[in-house]
């Protein structure tokens, strides 16, 4: 059994995300001026989607199981990937203060917008290459079949309460709207 396959999924999902950032910043590169509206959702994609659902999962769930597992052998690594998911929400919280000054093309706004799509846009592009392929790779080796059994449960209990309160298709919608804006 693949305890990471769901997160690895859900990595798929948030680097299609990063694409249309990707996007926004060359257009904005270009002084081309993507909506506001644009900004707004995906905001609202990576706070709901990748950080309330994605990292939550990670956190409470896989971490926290691992760390007490491990009894301190993976804080170091475990420790940095928590720090990026927490200086991710800081370039986030960033970038949704700079939408108003950025729709009324104030330079500094614009500015303040650019640097905070591209910090978060890498750090989390690194985050998730980390995981995929030296994390996750590592936790399917260290959790016997009856620890991710065990784990696979939580997760899914945790799964339908987390998905009462933020609903996939919403984010889903969040992102196809992103696309349309773009
Ligand atoms: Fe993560
Ligand atoms: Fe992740």
New binding site residues.
Partial sequence: MKITQA?ID??II?LKGLGFFKTARDRIEKNQHPPKQFFQSAVSFFRYYADQY??YK?EFLMFGFLARKKEGLLDLEIGSLRHQHEIGRQFLTNVEKSINGYDMKNEIAITSLLENLASFSSVLTR??FR?DHLFFPMVEQELSSNEKKMLMEQFKIEQQELEKRNPLEKNLELLDGMQKLM
Avoid: R
Wanted: no cysteine; glycine share 0%.
């Fill in positions: 997160l859900e990595h948030i994605h990292h990670e985050h998730i995981e």
